[in-house]
């Protein structure tokens, strides 16, 4: 609950460069408020606005480094007038490590895509100072997160 958590905020327009988005914090993934389903907006979730299609992503930074092995995802999935809502259709794990460099967790477990509960996959421990979601969003759909646990954190 304590992580600092960052979005790449591209911009809104197709066709804007790539120096046009910036790395911005975001929130309501790590506040430990417990969703009853996937469309359960009544407290704070991230969500990639206007992003359809696309491959997107959340990170944690941490004040230090810790080990973790298993991180659980609760995901967003509703209607909206701006836009439907869904479910990613995959998604990966990365780590930041000693070089400061994403490096994709070892030995996951499935990376499930599940509506209604948390998605828990465990892994190879790693030592490290954040974390980072890659989601490929669904054809046609946006996505986002609603809570985001990391465990086994030592």
Excluded at 56 to 79: G, T
Excluded at 106 to 126: H, I, L, M, W
Excluded at 137 to 148: D, F, N, T
Aim: some cysteine.
């Amino acid at each position: 609950s304590k992580a600092k958590t960052l979005c790449n905020m591209g911009a809104i327009q197709k066709d804007a460069p790539e120096t046009a988005s910036t790395m911005g914090e975001v929130w309501g993934v790590n506040d430990q408020w417990e969703p009853k389903r996937s469309s359960d907006t009544s407290k704070p979730y991230h969500y990639w606005w206007l992003k359809q299609g696309t491959p997107e992503s959340i990170a944690y930074e941490f004040d230090k480094p810790y080990m973790v092995s298993n991180v659980q995802v609760y995901w967003l999935d509703f209607d909206h007038y701006d836009g439907n809502f869904r479910v990613p259709a995959s998604w990966k794990l990365y780590y930041k490590n000693e070089a400061g460099v994403w490096s994709e967790v070892e030995q996951p477990t499935a990376y499930g895509c599940d509506k209604d509960r948390y998605n828990s996959v465990d892994f190879k421990p790693v030592k490290t100072t954040g974390l980072k979601i890659v989601a490929q969003l669904q054809k046609g759909a946006s996505g986002g997160v609603i809570e985001w646990k990391v465990n086994n954190v030592l």
